[in-house]
């Protein structure tokens, strides 16, 4: 299949030669390629010849000399260009089994591909890897992957993910071990399923790969009122509980490998731990130190701001019910600077119900039904509500749609680990 072309980078091989996007890229060298990583290593030489397909549907071929690791400028839909491997479990918890009818079709796509999980970070349960795959990812060291673990007691997690290979996973982490390579690990927490003795028993069977062990991270169980199957939520006693039982781990082993998730501190009252806590920060986009990165980031550049503004600047950040506590912190220090005033809008999910209280789940909907009737002209969103390299919320409305809707406008801070956007709007 070809590569399908989302965009060009500016500047680069693919803009000079004013290669469009949705264009196709067919073949590099005469060879169909299958991922990004066949293309990384496709154009990694100085004499390159490839195929490009229109958005008209016309064919042209390209004869190109270049620097040996110059890439082309490409910025591909998808990092698969065949078929993506589809997950073979049906997880008790699963989020894609527990959304509504009528979103946008990629949403529904349950992947499970070491590919994915290699390049991107997303994670897949090493149920379905075939023989070709375990030789291609010992042969190429492709790490490191992302592992969702959730128990490593055989039945339970077979049971959890309703499959019985499943159960494999030592065995398969077995091989990982073997050939050096490097995992990060997911324990998506399930209540009476895979908390207490069930969390220490997984825990202290994962540190047997210390060798290959990067960190571990464990994040609440997400549950939407669209979900059939019964399951509890985190509480503030489990979520207490899990931050003992992961604090206990990490002194025994004399290192800070496991994590909870910013959720857990929220849902247990506490404030969130300092950057030593998180190791690196190697699953910030499973949400674990995503808020201390922010709350760092804010307080060195609050030193270094001016104390006064010459003219007033108003925002008002559209932010989620659990990092609304840090954004109200955030306004409380900038309202002290002349002429600034900050609001903190919190948007409570009423699309997926109560329990999801995350940024990157507000829908377009959400965001009009609950800022309309204010006097608000721009407001800060995340980058995280809207799809990747388009405009589109989860629910298909656009950026121009709340836009007009709310007669505001939208700015979106593309880095939710930093301030600076916030910083260059207020001070500027």
Known sequence: MPAKICAVVPDSIADELNIKSNS???????????????????????????EIKSPKGTIEVYEIEKDFEEDLGFIFESA???????????CIFCFVDQQPDGLRESLYVKDDDYRLSYLQGTYITLTNLTKKDKERIASQHLGPLFISIHTTNPELRAKMLKNKNAANLLKELDFLKENDIPVNTQIVLCPTYNDGEELKRTLNDLWK???????????????????KEKLKQVTKKIALETIETVEKFNKKIKKNIASVSDEFFLIAGLEIPEKKYYNGFNQLEDGVGSLRCLIDDFNKRLKKA????KEKKEYTIACS???SGVFYKFAEELNKIKNIHLNIHPIKSEFWGKYVNVAGLITANDLINQLKGNCYKDVIIPSIMIR???????DG????????????????????????????????
Do not use: W
């Open 397 to 428: 409305l656009t950026v121009k749609d709340v836009e007009k809707a709310l007669k505001v406008k939208l700015h979106i801070q593309q880095d939710i680990y930093s301030t600076k956007e916030l910083f260059e709007l207020l001070f500027k």
């Open 24 to 50: 196709e890229l067919i073949t590099v060298n005469g060879k169909t390629l299958k991922d990004y990583i066949e293309y990384k290593y496709a154009v990694m030489t100085e004499n390159l010849e490839f």
């Open 80 to 90: 698969i260009f065949d078929k993506i491997k589809p997950c073979a479990n049906n």
């Open 306 to 309: 001016t104390k006064c503004v």
């Open 388 to 394: 990747p390299y388009t405009q589109e919320f989860l």
């Open 321 to 323: 019910v659990s990092a």
């Open 209 to 227: 790969y210390k060798t290959i062990l990067n960190s571990i991270a464990i994040v609440p169980v997400g549950i939407t009122k669209f979900r």
